[in-house]
């Protein structure tokens, strides 16, 4: 799956989400969506070697929204979220254009961050099978062959289960976000159409 395009309204302010997995010592694992927001915009420009002239450039400095840099009622703390974990990319050519996209697994949806980590997860799990029959088909000759296809084996477990955590995460997240939407469309009841005695 190819990065987005950079949208051409991505501004301060602009919200981008990433997926990621995390494993803890106890064993755990759990997938997060993470929300990060565009914290500054720098304009300049940049020396093309090859052209022997300077050319427009973008730079986006973007960081992870987390209860940390919110306030009570979900507003972003900007003055905060500056201090919280970072990254940049830049737009090369200040007129955004077809080949300039956002860095790998960063999406102005969470819906394209999801369906990126599956397709991310689905080719580590390809990865995985293909080595697997690789060793078995090469296993004559194999030092410690068996011990290796075991660690394999392992790996391959590992990714499907990996694969089926985001597949899972995904799921809920659209039950909540249609739960949601669904919360949104219930009637208010009208004031005064009960009679008192």
């Known amino acids: 799956m190819k990065p987005q395009i950079i949208p051409k309204g991505l501004k301060k302010g602009s919200t981008l989400y990433s997926i990621e997995l995390y494993e803890y010592n106890s064993g755990r694992n759990t997938v997060e969506l993470q929300k990060w927001r565009v914290t ?27 209860p940390e840099t919110t306030d009570s009622n979900g507003k972003i703390l900007f ?19 077809e080949d300039h996209r956002l860095p790998s697994g960063y999406y102005t949806t969470p819906t394209q961050a999801f369906k990126y980590r599956i397709a991310i997860e689905q080719q580590y799990l390809k990865e995985y099978q293909d080595d697997l029959e690789d060793l078995i088909k090469n296993r004559v000759g194999l030092k410690n062959g068996s011990k290796k296809i075991a660690e394999a084996r392992e790996f391959v477990a590992e990714a499907k289960k990996d694969l089926a955590r985001v ?18 469309k219930l009637p208010t009841p009208k004031k005064g159409i009960y009679k008192t005695k």
Do not use: C, M
């Open 40 to 66: 500054t915009v720098k304009t300049g420009t940049y020396l093309d070697f090859k052209a022997r002239e300077r050319k427009p450039q973008v730079k986006f400095f973007i960081a992870q929204v987390n």
């Open 79 to 97: 003055d905060k979220l500056r201090n919280f974990e970072k990254d940049t990319f830049t737009d090369v050519g200040h007129i955004i254009k």
């Open 167 to 184: 597949k899972s995460a995904f799921t809920r997240w659209k039950k909540a976000e249609e739960k949601k939407k669904n919360a949104k």
